[in-house]
């Protein structure tokens, strides 16, 4: 029985029409889509100044500690080396003012005067004892008693003003006051001097992490203003993912859950992720992940971090996250 020819078109429009569907259907089991995102460090001095060495390139991997860097130190140094000399300067006077207001060899004839004057005091003694032993059995007039008194006390008087001037020779040459201003001003000549090395070192920064060089601004020879980056860094261990969940699966995800993900050039197995985001809004899905697969008209986007690794996930690289 032959097929009339309309009946034969119907059914050739049919299974393509079904083989169309099936091709372009969405897949339940399709996951989330997304890209690997790192965040770029931008690494620049604080001072305006001619870029005397940049020892990295683009592309470039860099240990955490190595030299990005280094602006014309001339001025900075300069500035360290007066600063040091306000450190000295504050010092010197801090201790002039704390020290004993005469030299050592000045106190040194003030005490030998005093040793001097302690002798005489006991001689005096001695010959006032023995004069108060011959006036009590009459052999002595009181005249001379009177005498030896006055000696004694004489000699006492001396020995007092001795240790007074040894006294005075030790106290320091300032007062309280000014000596506690001194202090003042050695402790802010020594903040600024930690302030200029820590300057000498940011005109000179080092990479703080291990990473790739991203970009180089300026090259070495031309002048940076102050503040402008230099070089960027993409740190190997700051690398996320960043994926679009449909509002209705949005649900599902926690901070802090372990999400898995394939990508090309991952290899067969899955890898893992730690959940640190979930957008609190709701937006349409982005260019950047549209397909027939991931069309859903609002999205939430996720964040997850990932574990740092020797060969870290370029960024831009499509992930696939699996459902939970």
């Known amino acids: 029985m032959d097929v009339p020819k309309p009946l034969i078109a119907i059914g ?46 683009r592309g470039e991997s860099v240990a955490a500690g190595t030299l990005l860097f280094a602006l014309d130190p001339e001025t900075t140094d300069a500035e360290t080396a007066r600063a040091a000399a306000a450190v000295v300067a504050a010092e010197s006077g801090a201790a002039d003012l704390a020290g004993a207001r005469q030299r050592q060899a000045e106190l040194d004839v003030s005490r030998a005067a005093s040793a001097a004057a302690a002798a005489q005091l006991t001689k005096a003694q001695h010959d006032f004892d023995r004069m108060a032993a011959l006036a009590a059995r009459g ?68 990479a703080p992490e291990a990473g790739v060089v991203e970009q180089t601004y300026y090259n070495p020879g031309e002048w940076v203003p102050a503040n402008a980056p230099v070089v960027s860094v993409l740190p190997d261990a700051r690398r996320k993912l960043r994926f679009y969940v449909p509002e209705g699966e949005v649900a599902k995800l926690r901070p802090r859950m372990v999400i898995s993900f394939t990508c090309d050039g991952c290899g067969d197995g899955k890898r893992e992720a730690v959940v640190s985001y979930i957008s609190p809004r709701a937006e349409f899905t982005p260019p950047v992940i549209y397909s027939e697969r991931a069309r859903s008209k609002l999205v ?25």
């Open 12 to 57: 050739a429009v049919a299974a393509v029409a079904g083989i169309g569907w099936f091709a372009t259907r969405p897949d339940p089991d399709a996951g989330w889509l997304g890209y690997v995102e790192a965040e770029t460090l931008y690494v620049a001095a604080p001072v305006a100044g001619r870029l005397a060495d940049r020892p990295v390139e």
């Open 139 to 206: 052999f002595a007039s009181r005249a001379q008693l009177d005498a030896a008194r006055a000696a004694r006390d004489s000699a006492s008087a001396s020995l007092a003003q001795a240790r007074a001037q040894i006294a005075s020779g030790e106290l320091t040459a300032g007062r309280d006051e000014q000596i506690a201003a001194a202090r003042a001003e050695v402790a802010g000549a020594q903040a600024g001097l930690r302030g200029q090395l820590q300057r000498r070192r940011e005109i000179a920064p080092v």
């Open 300 to 324: 939430f986007m996720v964040e997850a971090r990932l574990e740092a690794s020797d060969k870290p996930l370029p960024p831009g690289l499509p992930v696939s996250v699996q459902p939970q």
